[in-house]
Each structure stands twice: as structure tokens, then as C-alpha cells.
T-cell receptor, first 117, second 111 residues
Framework: GAVVSQHPSWVICKSGTSVKIECRSL??????MFWYRQFPKQSLMLMAT?????????EQGVEKDKFLINHASLTLSTLTVTSAHPEDSSFYIC?????????????FGPGTRLTVT | RKEVEQDPGPFNVPEGATVAFNCTYS??????FFWYRQDCRKEPKLLMS???SGNEDGRFTAQLNRASQYISLLIRDSKLSDSATYLC????????????FGSGTRLQVQP
């Protein structure tokens, strides 16, 4: 149980285009979802936290207008990188948590590798 | 000040060796921690939880020393597949809304 999927697993896009990444909790309802990114040889950095039906809370330094997060249902959150630039190339990982199932646990998706050319 | 501090390594050990990592933490109110492992270009995977004094799972033993504010991870009989980055992560018991990760400790087990 507690499986989180992400789609796509990798994507290459041209500078200036937008890319949408989906994160799904397959066997549980995710009341809270998190988006992280990781640049090469760096640590995983939290970008934003979203609760179902609410606006996402962004970490300091993360542009909310550039990284659009939608958490419209208890099993799906999307991250859209708008007007992508090469510096947005990174490994994006979502994570999900639910109440009542190991309160302190977060379940991670397999990640999406974004390359902007 | 960082929440946790780990020796970045790399730790290069031969197969079969015993290796220990330490992690010091700054928030004395933290009650729980996790050890995650992360392989290159993969998501972090939960290895062990540490809620009290310690936890053991096969070749892996984690210990929590509240007086000195450090957590350790001991790996016995290292395998090549243990090569990864090991991350010490504070739990969510002090009101954090999400797990936060440091740089971890890189382990390379050599044949």
C-alpha cells in the first residue's frame, strides 16, 4: 500500500514552454501533497505544500506564478512549470501524506526528470 | 543553524565491512527521526524510523541519543547494494508541515 505515482517520469521541453507533472496517490487519499525538487549533487528541497481544495503554500524563494500547483482531488496533484527555462531543469518529486495512516509518514513518488533545452 | 548535520562522506568501505553514520540535531524537542536512503536519480526511500532509543532491522541498527542529540545508523556486513546516500530526517512531531532533507552521507561499498 501507500503508492504514489508520477507522470511523466522524464520530459524534455523547449525553453518558454510549459510542462505539467502529475502526482497520484494510488491506494490512499492524500490530504496533503508536497512538491520537492533536487538539482544535481544537491539535497532535496521543498517547494510547496498543498492541501486538497486549498491554495498551495510555497516555500521562500519559490515563485508561485511560475510553479502552478493544483490539488483538486484527494488523489491527484499537478505541478505546472510555466515558461520553463534551462535553470528549471531538475528532478521534481512529489510526496503525499494522509491522516490516520502513519501520521508522521510521507510517501514519495518516483520523481520526474525535467530537462529544458 | 541546520536542523541536522551529517558528515557528507563519501565513506568508501569494502564489502562485508561495518560502517556507522552519525547525525546531530539542533532541536532538542524532536522526538522522532527517520533514516532514508537515496540512490542516484531516484526518490528517497524510508529505511528506518527512530522513535525511542533505537531500532533494529536485519543488518541495520539505528540509535537515538537524546542527551547528546545525535542519531546513528550502523550497517553490518555491507553489500554492494548498500551504496547510496543516507539521509537523517527529523520527524513531523515538532509542528513541521513537511519532511526536510539535508545533503546526507554518501556510502560507496566496494568489491
Amino acid at each position: 500500500g501507500a503508492v504514489v505515482s508520477q507522470h511523466p517520469s522524464w520530459v524534455i521541453c523547449k525553453s518558454g514552454t510549459s510542462v505539467k507533472i502529475e502526482c497520484r496517490s494510488l491506494d490512499f487519499q492524500a490530504t496533503t501533497m508536497f512538491w520537492y525538487r533536487q538539482f544535481p549533487k544537491q539535497s532535496l528541497m521543498l517547494m510547496a505544500t498543498s492541501n486538497e481544495g486549498s491554495k498551495a503554500t510555497y516555500e521562500q524563494g519559490v515563485e508561485k506564478d511560475k510553479f502552478l500547483i493544483n490539488h483538486a482531488s484527494l488523489t491527484l496533484s499537478t505541478l505546472t512549470v510555466t515558461s520553463a527555462h534551462p535553470e528549471d531543469s531538475s528532478f521534481y518529486i512529489c510526496s503525499a501524506r494522509t491522516q490516520g495512516r502513519g501520521v508522521h509518514e510521507q510517501y514519495f513518488g518516483p520523481g520526474t526528470r525535467l530537462t529544458v533545452t | 543553524r541546520k536542523e541536522v548535520e551529517q558528515d557528507p562522506g563519501p565513506f568508501n568501505v569494502p564489502e562485508g565491512a561495518t560502517v556507522a553514520f552519525n547525525c546531530t540535531y539542533s532541536n532538542s524537542a524532536s522526538q522522532s527521526f527517520f533514516w532514508y536512503r537515496q540512490d542516484c536519480r531516484k526518490e528517497p526511500k524510508l529505511l528506518m524510523s527512530v522513535y525511542s532509543s533505537g531500532n533494529e532491522d536485519g543488518r541495520f541498527t539505528a540509535q537515538l541519543n537524546r542527551a547528546s542529540q545525535y542519531i546513528s545508523l550502523l550497517i553490518r556486513d555491507s553489500k554492494l547494494s548498500d551504496s547510496a546516500t543516507y539521509l537523517c530526517v527529523p520527524g513531523l512531531d515538532t509542528g513541521r508541515r513537511a519532511l526536510t532533507f539535508g545533503s546526507g552521507t554518501r556510502l560507496q561499498v566496494q568489491p
